[in-house]
Nanobody
Framework: QVQLAESGGGLAQAGGSLRLSCVAS????????MAWFRQAPGKEREFVAA????????LYGEPAEGRFTIFIDNAKNTVYLQMNSLKREDTAVYFC?????????????????WGQGTQVTVSS
């Protein structure tokens, strides 16, 4: 399995921006898809965005549409999540995922490799 390490979380004000990064190690993730999910306290893990290795196929979940952008740098084995116009409800632990199996990208059980997560807290 690939090892994933997220960074870039922290405290932001509502309306502000953060950029999350996820570095993959153990193998190159070219030819693989990557995804971001998030989980708020007491809630299920929620799909945010996913991208294929070339960046040519992108899927966004409801929380991300119009505000977040996912992009990939294969040379750095890194996938990013640019989050703009942050809201308090974006507060959650954000997880990077890889190794998609059969199933839809928006389903957490499709992905078999996960990072430890990075906390994002948005204050009003």
């Amino acid at each position: 399995q690939v090892q994933l390490a997220e960074s870039g979380g922290g405290l932001a004000q509502a309306g502000g921006s953060l950029r999350l990064s996820c570095v993959a190690s153990g193998r190159s993730f070219s030819r693989y898809a990557m995804a971001w999910f998030r989980q708020a306290p007491g809630k299920e893990r929620e799909f945010v965005a996913a991208i294929n290795w070339s960046g040519g196929i992108i899927l966004y979940g409801e929380p991300a549409e119009g505000r977040f952008t996912i992009f990939i740098d294969n040379a750095k084995n890194t996938v990013y999540l640019q989050m703009n116009s942050l809201k308090r409800e974006d507060t959650a632990v954000y997880f990077c995922a890889a190794d998609a199996g059969d199933g839809g990208w928006g389903v957490a059980t499709t992905w078999s490799s996960w990072g430890q997560g990075t906390q994002v807290t948005v204050s009003s």
